[in-house]
């Protein structure tokens, strides 16, 4: 007899403590499955620690294969479910498409960053909900304030020292709090021109911070805010956002390059297509978290709508302390339906909350006792290591470290602006040129890949054919002497071009190193005696002459339709042909428009084998 499978949707807290739970009662009596756009557990309320600096990335991450015994892996994102054939349709990291049979299905996909019809916001701002998002934040940030520390402008400076975050929540205001320490450590170091420093604003429509929290909490969390120089504005939100700053709802005009969306989230637009009752886009489920109608499916966390035994009449709210326990029961209930065990009904109650305001400053009311200042601080981390499942002694060093060595402003430029769109449906997953697109509720917006204000938006146009798109053309990673993206080497705000004047001197140009085919260079490596060139036969293509982007994706599979709402997959650009042939050919004469030979020009233009026109770089 075959073991019954179970497929887990959705490896965060909810899904983790699912497919944890559920590997130690089946006990090789069931077959479990686990699909995740990535292959780690992310423990999400230290994620402010990381973008300011405190932890590093895989610190708050933990291996999913590595502590879950018994549960098979599956790297990608469900597109659609069939209840009647019982299937799971999805699509993984690279584009490939499969197919999960169930008997049991356990729906915890999450939640997604939540939109507001606010002008500009979904091109200009960028969510706090995964990895990704905060390595850009952290990089962002350092970089900011590095170019207003060399900016001569005052109005530039003040600009791009402002940070602005919308949402007064839990992630909102831990983002503020640890931001704020970050830059003002980064201007003691490094003190700007005009004497400014780092401005941070903390916006939200609610009438204190922290609303959804006692209100001891708001109190503690407002005065240290303010203590810091947050400029802390409630009843105040974003009207409207542009490339160079933000119009408040009071009318105020603050120039800004840096706009984060912490206002809340919404589940995963997945369970939406069930076609099933929801309640404010949540699915409903009963107290044993099983869907009415549907014995075999289940779903918890910030997906599912679960009543509140302990307040009738009302749902549990979306916060990791719900969905961590909403996991241990869903197991319970989905093996009991499996014949293991006993159902049993949802029924917590809160333990009190804790928010860590950097340093050692925090605020917590433990069982319901609210605390301050160090005290508070001690059981905030102390809560955060017994609740992790994973890393505490690695967590710990670092917090250890942070104590007595000053921290690292460093960008390391691995996360762009477009790869983290604000209206992404995975924000656990950074956008890569090449790679399909994700669900339809990743479009890429009307106006082409979201960016943020600060000229990190790159170009707007579609990518070349090919796998990786080159990087002096369209799309792709935003090309170096293209708009947008990493500013440009030869424009304002940029590093001079290297064949620009104000740069480094090109190699062929006065100045520069003497040319590879002149005395004193190595033989050119176009021309005769040297190397064979780079796009002749025998050779790579020449490093300055055009060709085909390099393509790197697979080849399209004959008679594969696309699907909706997918990007379709590159297909391989036919590039220069390659041959046997040891020598390079000099080519034909230089036509009489090009200047002779002189101590910085090669003789001749290269021949090209690929029937284009040879053209040099901009």
């Known amino acids: 007899m075959s073991r019954p499978r179970i497929v887990i949707v959705g490896a965060g807290f909810a899904g983790y403590r699912t ?71 999805y699509t993984g990291p690279e584009g490939g498409e499969g197919t999960l049979p169930f008997d049991r299905l356990v729906l915890a996909a999450g939640s997604v960053n939540k939109l507001l019809p606010i002008p500009g916001v979904a091109e200009h701002a960028h969510g706090f909900r995964g990895l990704p998002e905060a390595l850009y934040l952290r990089d962002h940030v350092t970089r900011q304030v590095e170019l207003a520390a060399a900016a001569r402008d005052r109005e530039e400076c003040a600009a791009r020292c402002t940070f602005v975050v919308v949402g007064a929540g839990y992630t909102g205001t831990e983002v503020a709090a640890h931001g704020a320490m970050y830059t003002d450590a980064q201007v003691r170091r490094h003190p700007m021109r005009t004497g400014m420093r780092p401005r941070w604003m903390l916006l939200d429509v609610a009438p204190r911070v922290l609303p959804e929290m006692d209100e001891r909490l708001s109190v503690t969390a407002d005065r240290v805010l303010r203590q810091r120089g947050v400029d802390v504005r409630m009843g105040t939100s974003v009207k409207e956002a542009t490339h160079d700053g933000v119009v408040l709802t009071d009318g105020t005009t603050v120039g800004t390059r840096t706009l984060v969306w912490c206002v ?20 409903l489920v009963d107290p044993h978290l099983q869907v009415p109608g549907r014995p075999e499916l289940f779903a918890c966390g910030d997906v599912a709508a679960v009543p509140d035994l302990t307040r009738p009449g009302e749902f549990t709210p979306m916060t990791a302390q ?88 460093v960008q390391l430029g691995l996360v762009r602006s477009w790869s983290v769109p604000l ?3 995975s924000p656990e997953v950074a956008r890569v040129p090449g790679r399909p697109d994700q669900r339809d509720g990743d479009a890429v917006p009307a106006g082409g890949p979201a960016g943020a204000p600060g000229g990190d938006t790159p170009d707007q146009r579609p990518d070349p054919p090919g796998g990786e798109p080159a990087k002096q053309q369209p799309g792709g990673e935003p090309a170096k002497k293209q ?33 590879k085919n002149q005395p004193g260079g190595q033989p050119a490596k176009q021309q005769p005696g040297g190397e064979p060139a780079k796009n002749q036969p025998g050779g790579k ?52 428009n090009q200047p002779a030979p002189g101590p910085d020009i090669a003789p001749g233009p290269v021949k090209r084998t690929d029937g284009r026109t040879a053209e040099g770089d901009s």
């Open 483 to 515: 708009p947008g993206g990493e500013p440009a080497r030869n424009q304002p705000g940029g590093e001079p071009a290297k064949n620009q004047s104000g740069g480094e001197p090109a190699r062929n140009q006065p100045g520069g190193e003497p040319a």
């Open 19 to 89: 497919a944890r739970t559920l590997s130690r009662l089946t006990r090789h009596q069931a077959d479990i499955t686990l699909l995740n756009p990535t292959d780690y557990f992310l423990y999400l309320p230290l994620l402010p620690q990381v973008a300011a600096g405190i932890l590093e990335p895989r610190r708050v991450t933990v291996s999913l294969s590595g502590s879950l015994p018994r549960v098979r892996l599956v790297l990608g994102e469900a597109d659609g479910i069939d209840l009647d054939a019982h299937t799971l349709r």
């Open 541 to 592: 293509p020449a490093k300055n002459q055009s060709h085909a982007p390099r393509a790197t994706g697979k080849p399209r599979p004959p008679g594969k339709s696309d699907r909706p709402g997918k990007a379709r997959k590159p297909t391989r650009a036919a590039g220069a042909s390659r041959s046997a042939g040891p020598g390079a050919d000099p080519g034909p004469e230089p036509p009489d």
């Open 322 to 409: 719900h969905a961590w326990r909403h996991g241990k029961v869903c197991a319970q209930n989905v093996a009991a339906s499996l014949g293991i065990g006993e159902r049993r009904p949802y029924r917590h109650r809160d333990l009190g909350f804790v928010v860590d305001l950097g340093g050692a400053k925090a605020a917590a009311n433990p069982l319901g006792l609210p605390m301050s200042g160090p005290a508070a601080g001690a059981v905030t981390r102390g809560y955060h290591l017994a609740a992790m499942p994973g890393n505490r002694v690695r967590v710990a060093a670092d917090w250890v470290l942070d104590a007595v060595l000053p921290r690292q402003a």
């Open 264 to 283: 809340g989230v919404r589940p995963d637009p997945l369970v939406e297509s069930l076609g099933l009752p929801m309640e404010s886009g949540r699915l």
């Open 423 to 425: 209206e992404s449906a």
